[in-house]
């Protein structure tokens, strides 16, 4: 069973801030997503990167691709209220896999 | 586009009755994924449909749980006898190929 193991589960900052989650595993993966959760809603994905190594931004967000592509970062520059929520990553065990191993999540909570 | 339409978005029943979980999803979607989240165990995947046949039905927890796919426009999802622990909230999402998968808002289960 592939297994992914997210870090930290809570975080609390201020606003301004910078902040990384991470997203480990034994196993590798032939891509890796990045959804974010808002309380009552559904997950929706922000990115998906496959090659080992590659990073990938969008505006404020920095995500990483492990080298061994077994493990992710995500990075948030000077955070804001509106990032508040639940991130997952989830990994991919096949081109075009439809099977997606979800991690369980950091909760993050930017204060204003 | 209305996005993954679930129903209902709360649902409280007594232990031993049976629950029926509704999704509709994207129009033109050929594939259908029902998961499950909760704290302990995170996003679990219960069920994948494809062109309305099922696939892979592995995550599902046991024979209490079944789920339809009749046409192309909607899927159930549904728990005889329902029981305390499958209390969670119940996610459909949907996609066309292999491209990203759109999920539904959940259905909050509560068994009590």
């Known amino acids: 069973t592939q297994l992914l193991e997210q870090s930290p589960q809570f975080l609390s900052i201020q606003e301004g801030e910078n902040l990384t989650v991470y997203c480990n595993s034994s196993?590798?993966?032939?891509?890796l997503q990045w959804y974010r959760q808002e309380p009552g809603e559904g997950p929706v994905l922000l990115v998906t990167?496959?090659?080992?190594?590659e990073v990938k931004k969008l505006k404020r967000l920095t995500f990483q691709f492990g080298d061994a592509r077994k493990d992710s970062s995500l990075h948030i520059t000077a955070a804001q209220p509106g990032d508040t929520g639940l991130y997952l990553c989830?990994?991919?065990?096949?081109?075009?896999?439809?099977?997606?191993?979800f991690g369980k999540g950091t909760k993050l909570s930017v204060i204003p | 586009d209305a996005g993954v339409i679930q129903s209902p978005r709360h649902e409280v029943t007594e232990m031993g009755q049976e629950v029926t979980l509704r999704c509709k999803p994207i129009?033109?979607?050929?594939?259908l994924f029902w998961y499950r989240q909760t704290m302990m165990r995170g996003l679990e995947l219960l069920i994948y449909?494809?062109?309305?046949?099922?696939?892979?039905d592995s995550g599902m927890p046991e024979d209490r749980f079944s789920a339809k796919m009749p046409n192309a426009s909607f899927s159930t999802l549904k728990i005889q006898p329902s029981e305390p622990r499958d209390s969670a909230v119940y996610f459909c999402?949907?996609?066309?190929?292999?491209?990203?998968?759109?999920f539904g808002q959940g259905t909050r289960l509560t068994v009590v």
């Open positions: 999402a949907s996609r066309v190929g292999y491209a990203e998968a759109f």
């Open positions: 196993s590798v993966f032939s891509s």
């Open positions: 990167v496959v090659t080992g190594g």
């Open positions: 989830a990994g991919a065990s096949g081109a075009g896999s439809y099977q997606l191993t």
């Open positions: 129009s033109g979607h050929n594939s």
């Open positions: 449909f494809n062109n309305n046949v099922p696939i892979d």
